[in-house]
């Protein structure tokens, strides 16, 4: 766990121009920056960004936030990546706070394999391109499959030479742990002797999200006689098999751009792609799609297009994984790579652009594929239809979410279609099937006092939700705390700043908007512990809804125009401090609504009073509400002649 002396050294130094300005051309506008939007596809710029706050807002999709959450948005790092990778661009050592010895030993031991993985790769790398052997085996092969050297070293490729200990021996010499050098697969125990594990084989490593590689897949060179084609990283604590997708690290910004991720089996597939300037592409390593890779690619697009061999067994691996697809709202396509190609050789044979041109006319809807392949394979047999029916119903019944609806509903149209059955009796299908899930995880589900979910360090906020509108009646509430968090650290007087003044003078009064109250004790409560909170400071904490609140009344996509200076001569329209005015008439018409009210109540409470004397009380509170009325009114009156 990154300690909170070292957040704070980072958000400290934080500067969010410089850090969005590496990823967005920002110009400046007024006090504030203005750029097209990274999120979404615009051509007038309505994304923007406060210096002074550190937060940025699209007024065209509604993101917002700030730097962190612009890292963890754009580059889809999680909270303590966004973090470390803030701490390295401004040089700052992280220091960990205290955690159980478990998680300590888990840690060391991710950080070892880290290590040795890194010194692995440089080996690897060194054995390609600066020994004979490599030269004559490893990169002879790779000159005949087409790859070149700049996308070689892109991906990091390298060789294990044929020796038995090669790797190993100077793995040792380094002094790295010989278990921990079993656990990252690249060696193996063989009766109590190590050796390597890779031996005569290509090596691809595999990047996590931030870079850092986490294991390898090494190719056996030529056609595999007995063994295997592939071997793996076995797993471990920075290897988990199912949450990979190899490419991803080098494809994230590629697929964001293009709003498509194209999928395909192979390391080569992926490289050849790119080489091609095809980068919107990852590998699923030969295995059935998990969840936990869908939504990795979800992070970037909901649009998925599946291209695979066209044999048996390539059709069997693209349909794999069809119904998790469904439950995480993708869009899935799918493309057969014809002539027993398979996307490596395809697009060596036919060149990118005509590549580019055969995905885009071939992509075959997933469901409809898969329901054509289905019946095909049934023919004539009327039980086997069933089967295909009930099938295609039970599919079907995984697109639920309220968003989906009417992708669900088309679907059935054109499936009753193609079976030749009653759309209506499809319908009552799907939904049976969808009835029956429900039911099922129903009781699976806990008991309401099962433990609760495990919490992790450092949590980052939820992603951000824009809230409704502020209404009317809360339009006073949101100016106060505007004004707040604007100029509350300034000086009132001599012995007070503009806070104290406020505190004091709604000390009687309440917020009735239960998030703009919090807003305010937060804010209280910071101050009073001797901090000096800022809409900047008060963002880095774990609530989205107080930071969708700040970003929300902080940030306009309006600025008063420079020009207004030079036509209203001598008035210092820009820079006059307002200050003052602000907060005097956003106290007195936030007063002025909460004593209306009052009257409102007091007006109820006479009309419902029992008795003579209970009256005669309310009659003398209306008389002190109407009393601090006419003072207010005065009040307002005398700050708007000023």
Known sequence: MISPQTIQQITNRIDIIDVVGEFVKLKKRGANYLGLCPFHGEKTPSFTVSPGKEIFKCFGCGKSGN?????????????????????????????????????????????????????????????????????????????????????????????????????????????????????????????????????????????????????????????ADRAPKYINTPENEIYVKSRILYGSYFARQAIDKNDECLLVEGYTDVVSLHQAGIENVVASGGTSLTTDQLRLIKKYTNNLTIIYDGDSAGIKAALRGLDMALEESLNVRLV????????????????????????????KDFILFQLEIMLKEAGNDLNRKNEIVNQIAETLSKISKAEDFTKQQEYIRQCSGILRIDEAGLTTLVNKYKRDRLSKE????????????????????????????????????????????????????????????????????HFDNQLMERLFEEYKKAYLQGLEPTAKTLLYNDDKELHNLIINITISPYELSQRWDDVMENMHILDRDVSREEVTSSLLYFKMKKIKKMFDQNQQDMENAKTFEEQLRLIEIHKDLKKIEMDLIKKIGTVIMK
Do not use: C
């Open 67 to 223: 730097t962190i959450t612009f890292l963890m948005e754009l580059e889809k790092y999680s909270y303590v990546e966004a973090l470390r990778w803030l701490a390295g661009r401004y040089n700052i050592e992280i220091e960990e706070t205290e955690v159980s010895a478990e998680a300590k030993l888990h840690q060391q031991a991710a950080e070892s394999l880290h290590i040795i993985n890194g010194f692995a790769q440089s080996f690897f790398s060194q054995q390609l391109w600066q020994t004979e052997e490599g030269e004559n085996i490893a990169q002879s092969y790779l000159e005949e499959r087409g790859f070149r050297k700049d996308i070689l070293e892109k991906f990091q490729v390298g060789y294990n030479p044929q020796s038995r200990t090669a790797f190993t021996q100077a793995a040792l010499a380094k002094q790295y742990n010989p278990e921990l050098l079993v656990k990252t697969g690249l060696v193996v125990n063989r009766n109590e002797e190590l050796m390597d594990n890779y031996r005569g084989r290509i090596i691809f490593p595999i990047h996590n999200n931030t870079g850092k590689i986490i294991g390898f897949g090494a190719r056996v060179i030529g056609k």
């Open 442 to 509: 129903e009781k699976k589900a806990p008991l309401p006092f099962d433990d609760a979910p495990p919490q992790y360090d450092n949590a980052p906020p939820d992603s951000f939700v824009e809230p409704d509108l502020f209404s009317h009646d809360e339009a006073n509430e949101k100016k106060i705390l505007q004004v707040l968090l604007e100029y509350g650290l300034r000086e009132w007087d001599e012995q007070h700043t503009m806070a104290d003044y406020m505190f004091e003078e709604l000390e009687q009064f």
């Open 336 to 363: 057969l790579i014809p002539d027993n190609e398979d996307p490596d050789s395809y697009v060596n044979k036919v060149g990118t652009t005509a590549f580019r041109e055969f995905v885009a006319e071939n992509k």
